[in-house]
C-alpha cells in the first residue's frame, strides 16, 4: 500500500514555464511535508516543507500548495531552468518537527528544455 | 561544509557475502536515519536513531540488516549474506532534535551484488 502517491512520473517543461508536481497522502497523522530534489549519484535535498496549519508556503521560485482537506499537496516552480532538471520527490512524516522518518513518493524526473 | 558522510561509496560484492557501510551524520545532530532507494522509486525508511538508542526499525529491515550507533555519533549498517535484492543505493540522514529540524542526506552507498 503506497501511502504517499507522486504524479506524473516524468515532466517536460520549456525554459521559463511552470512545472508542477502532485501528492496526495492517505495517513491523515501525516503532518509534516517536505520536497526534496536530487540529482544522479547524489542524496535527496530539501527544497521546501510545509505544515497542515498553512494552504501555501512559497521560498524564492517554488510554492507548495497544501489542501488538508483532499489530502493533497502540490509543488509549483516557476520560471523554470535547465538547471532545475532532477527528480523531485513528496514526503510525509507524522513528526511535526520533521525528525522522524519519512514516507517518500516515487519521485517525477523533470526536465527542463531551452 | 560538514554535512553528511557515507563511506564507501560504491561496493561490489558477491551474493553471500556480508557488508558493513559507514555514516557519519552532522556534529550534533542527535538522530540518524537509514533509507534504501532502488532504481526509479523513492527512499525507503529502514530504521533510525536517538543518540544510540535505535528507536525503529521497518519491516523492510530483515534479520540478515543490522544497525548502530554505539556511541551517539557514527552508524554502521551491515548486510549478512547479501542477496541480489539487497543491490540499492543505502542513504543515511541526520537531523536535530526540536522543532522545525529537517533531515539532511548523505550521497549514499551503492551496492552491487554480482
Known amino acids: 500500500q503506497q501511502q504517499v502517491k507522486q504524479s506524473p512520473q516524468s515532466l517536460i517543461v520549456q525554459k521559463g514555464g511552470i512545472s508542477i508536481i502532485n501528492c496526495a497522502y492517505e495517513?491523515?497523522?501525516?503532518?509534516?511535508f517536505p520536497w526534496y530534489q536530487q540529482f544522479p549519484g547524489k542524496g535527496p535535498a530539501l527544497l521546501i516543507a510545509?505544515?497542515?496549519?498553512?494552504s501555501e508556503k512559497k521560498e524564492g521560485r517554488f510554492t507548495i500548495s497544501f489542501n488538508k482537506s483532499a489530502k493533497q499537496f502540490s509543488l509549483h516552480i516557476m520560471d523554470s531552468q535547465p538547471g532545475d532538471s532532477a527528480t523531485y520527490f513528496c514526503?510525509?512524516?507524522?513528526?511535526?518537527?520533521?525528525?522522524?522518518?519519512?514516507?517518500f513518493g516515487k519521485g517525477t524526473r523533470l526536465s527542463v528544455i531551452a | 561544509d560538514t554535512g553528511v558522510s557515507q563511506n564507501p561509496r560504491h561496493k561490489i560484492t558477491k551474493r553471500g557475502q556480508n557488508v558493513t557501510f559507514r555514516c557519519d551524520p552532522i556534529?550534533?545532530?542527535?538522530?540518524l536515519y537509514w533509507y534504501r532507494q532502488t532504481l526509479g522509486q523513492g527512499p525507503e525508511f529502514l530504521t533510525y536513531?536517538?543518540?544510540?538508542?535505535?528507536?525503529?526499525k521497518s519491516r523492510l529491515l530483515s534479520d540478515r540488516f543490522s544497525a548502530e550507533r554505539p556511541k551517539g555519533s557514527f552508524s554502521t549498517l551491515e548486510i549478512q549474506r547479501t542477496e541480489q535484492g539487497d543491490s540499492a543505493m543505502y542513504l543515511c540522514?541526520?537531523?536535530?532534535?526540536?522543532?522545525?529540524?529537517?533531515?539532511?542526506f548523505g550521497d549514499g552507498t551503492r551496492l552491487s551484488i554480482l
Open positions: 540522514a541526520s537531523s536535530q532534535d526540536g522543532g522545525n529540524q529537517p533531515q539532511h
Open positions: 514526503a510525509a512524516s507524522k513528526g511535526y518537527s520533521g525528525n522522524t522518518p519519512l514516507v
Open positions: 556534529s550534533e545532530h542527535n538522530r
Open positions: 510545509i505544515r497542515p496549519d498553512v
Open positions: 536513531f536517538q543518540n544510540e538508542a535505535q528507536l525503529e
Open positions: 495517513n491523515t497523522a501525516f503532518d509534516y
